[in-house]
Structure formats: C-alpha cells, structure tokens
C-alpha cells in the first residue's frame, strides 16, 4: 500500500506551486443560491493554467523526478485534462512527455496538450486502455509514468485546492467534489480535514461511470466494464487503490448525477454566471440543483474542476437544454403542397411571437401523402407554457404537430451545426 500524502505534503506542494498555478477565485452567485437555498462558493479550478486542476498535481510530482529521471522523460494517460497538466509541468520542469489519450478524447483537449510540446498517440477507447498503453511506455522506454490520480505527490498537489479554500472561507461546512479515479476528492479532503475535521465532504459521480461508489458499496475496488458519460474528465473505469482507501477514510458521501443534470448544470454556469464548465465540472451544481445533496443552511463549496469542453459537444449540450427549458420548440408538420401554404404556416407561427431558427420544406417523405409535404420547424420559445400555447394554437388551427423530430431535422441540417 502506498503511503499516504500528509497535510504537510499539501502545504510543501502549496510552496512549490506558487507562481506555478494561479490562486483561483472562490465566487458565489445569488441566482445560483436561491435556486439551492444556501450560499454556494465554486472553486474556478475551470480558470486554472491549462483549464483545469491537473497541473497541481502534475507539476508537484514532476517536480520530485531525479535529475536521470527527467533526462529519460516522462508518460502518462489521460482523457484530456491530465494530459495538459503534465504537457505543461514537464515543458516548465524542463523534461519530455508523451501522452497517450483514448481514441475518442476531445480535440480541443489534444490539441491543448500538443501546444504544450507533448508528443501525443490515440490508443484505445477507454482512460483505461490509455493507462495501459503508458505502462507499456514507460516499461519499454523508461520514461516515468505520471499517474492521473493514484499518485501521493499527484494527491497531495490536489490537496492544495482544500487548502485555498478553507484559508479563505474557514467556516464553509460542506465540500462537494467531483469523482472520477479519486486523486482530487482524496486530497482536498485530507487537506480540508486535517484543518477541521467536521466539514463534510462529499463525491459527485456521473451515474454512467460510478465505479467509485460500486466499489465503496463492496468495500473494495470494482471496476465497471464500461463507462459512458459527457463528463469525460471522470469516465474512469477503475479507481485508484491508494485514492479509494484515502476516500473509505475522509469522504461522507457519493452521490451520482445522469446526464440531463450535468447538461443543465453546464447551461446555467454559461448563461448565468458566464463561465465555460466541462461535464466533470459540472457535476457538483449538477448533484444540489438535483437535490441529491441535503444542504439545508449550511454554506457549501464545490469544485469546479476544469473547463475545457468540446465546442461540437457545447454545441449539442446548449441546444438541449434551450429545448428542455422550454425556449426552443422542434416540430413537424404537414401542410398541402400548394402555394403560399407555407407562408400561411410561418405568418401563424409569427403571430404566435415564436421566432423561426430552422426551416426544412421536404416533398419526398415515403410517410406522407403525395399532395402534401412535411415542414421540419425549430422555432425560438420564451418558456414551457409558450412552447404549449404554440402547439395549442397549431393544432386547433388544423395543423398535425408532431415534435418527435429533433434528430431527423439535426441530420439534415447538420451544415448549421458545424
């Protein structure tokens, strides 16, 4: 079993990372806390070097290499965001680094992490795969391997998080921390505790990558075979020996978030705190907006990890959310293929105040009669009850609404999307 990082680990990391990593802010919002019913504080680790916490931890464990070490370099595993980190800390301590990324990691996020002067290979589907692939590395070649989370010196940069945090808000009686393979929750709450151990601490996981929480239900690690979530910055499918032990000894709770959550949480960080949040930054507004965390009056601070979120997935995510929110209506409809029909259907939907977005005018749906031809509609909407006055409306008017839509009409007009 490896040793675990210390308070004093934390706060020699916190010397070594000054000038390194910003200090960042600790930032509340009064829209946010009436919509939760407490004082909410987020830790903008999503205004970090690099865009998320990674370089904390990186930085600290790099920091420790021998000089031979850093001569044959470093490896490591990441989805994107770890990837940055160490890209960045080896390119500062003055070593290489080759960075292995699942095939499917976001673009932006290697793109980032080449920037940094990483060398960059796409293997595998998984941060598991990927973590594989590094180990391989790292044998064959002798490059020090810089695990994502399971790491003390990576732990106990995290830790420096918990730190800043109850140094400017000492009192704050709840940490909400997001959960992939355990290396930021497990330091931030060592370093929190050891300052005062009755602040509670609990995890946030997406329901589609909860290994950390099946494995704290058994009592021991258990990897889920598969992961699946927009949160790719904590789809970890196995979690760290050394971060579950420390999280069975400081963590209160898990809870987990789906991904209408998440979607939601990383709208109302854009719209109305005018943030850009990744999935896993999102999950701890995600867990008190959903009502998975019993805050009552007590003064909470989650952890906004990283913001470095794929511009296509942004993309999707704002436009399902304006749907589920009620300011954006896709439907479908026929009208008679005759002239000024659809005229007469768009005067409608103007006197109804709704703005057009989309249009599709389709002749050759197989489904329809052949005098008549489909009208695809995705129109801008104040609220649920004017998306419901819209549908009325049409319908009493004669027209057949159907809103089963939305991927037929993205398909077709997917040149808008890119």
């Known amino acids: 079993m490896m040793k675990w990082p210390t308070l004093e680990d934390a706060l020699q990391a916190a010397s070594a990372l000054a000038g390194v990593t910003y200090r960042t802010p600790l930032q509340e919002s009064g829209y946010i806390n009436d919509l939760i019913g407490c004082r909410v504080f987020f830790k903008l680790e999503n205004l970090q070097r690099s865009g998320s916490f990674k370089l904390r931890g990186a930085y600290n464990r790099i920091r420790h290499l021998t000089p031979e070490e850093l001569t044959r370099g470093v490896v490591a595993a990441s989805a994107g965001n770890h990837a940055q980190g160490v890209a960045l ?35 595998g589907e998984s941060f598991d795969d990927a973590v594989a692939e590094a180990q391989r590395i790292a044998d064959q070649t002798g490059r020090v391997l810089i695990h ?21 808000r000492a009192t704050v009686d709840m940490l909400v921390v997001p959960i992939g ?20 601490i609990v995890g946030v996981q997406a329901s589609g990558a909860d290994a950390m929480l099946q494995s704290r239900q058994v009592g021991r690690v258990q990897p889920r075979s598969m992961v699946r979530t927009i949160a790719d910055g904590i789809a ?131 489904t329809i009669a052949p005098q008549d031809v489909s009208v695809d509609l995705i129109l801008e909407t104040r609220d649920v009850s004017h998306r419901q006055e819209i549908i009325a409306s049409l319908e009493a008017d004669g027209y057949q609404v159907n809103l089963e839509m939305h991927s037929a009409i993205n398909h077709r007009t997917k040149n808008f999307d890119n």
């Open 148 to 168: 994502a989370f399971d790491d003390p010196m990576v732990v106990a940069g995290q830790g420096t998080i918990g730190l800043e945090i109850m140094d400017e």
């Open 236 to 366: 970890v499918k196995r979690p760290g020996d050394l971060t579950f032990a420390m999280i069975q000894h400081y963590v209160d709770d898990i809870v987990t978030v789906d991904e209408h959550d998440i979607s939601r949480a990383i709208l109302i960080f854009l719209e109305r705190s005018k943030l850009l949040v990744e999935g896993a930054g999102a999950v701890g507004l995600a867990a008190l907006l959903a009502g998975k965390i019993q805050t009552g009056s007590q003064t909470v601070a989650t952890v906004v990890s990283g913001g470095n979120i794929d511009v296509t997935l942004l993309n999707r995510i704002i436009e399902k959310g304006l749907v589920e929110e009620g300011r954006q209506l896709h439907l479908r409809t026929t009208i008679p293929d005759r002239p000024g029909q659809l005229s007469r259907l768009l005067e409608r939907v103007a006197e109804l105040k709704a703005n057009v977005d989309r249009v599709n005018h389709e002749r050759w749906d197989p």
């Open 89 to 123: 800390a080896a390119g500062l301590v003055g070593t290489t680094a080759v960075i292995v990324t699942p095939e499917g990691a976001s673009l932006n996020k290697i793109e980032a992490t080449r920037s940094y002067g990483a060398e960059v290979r796409q293997v």
């Open 181 to 200: 393979g355990g290396g930021l929750i497990s330091g931030i709450a060592m370093a929190a505790k050891a300052q005062n151990p009755r602040v509670k």
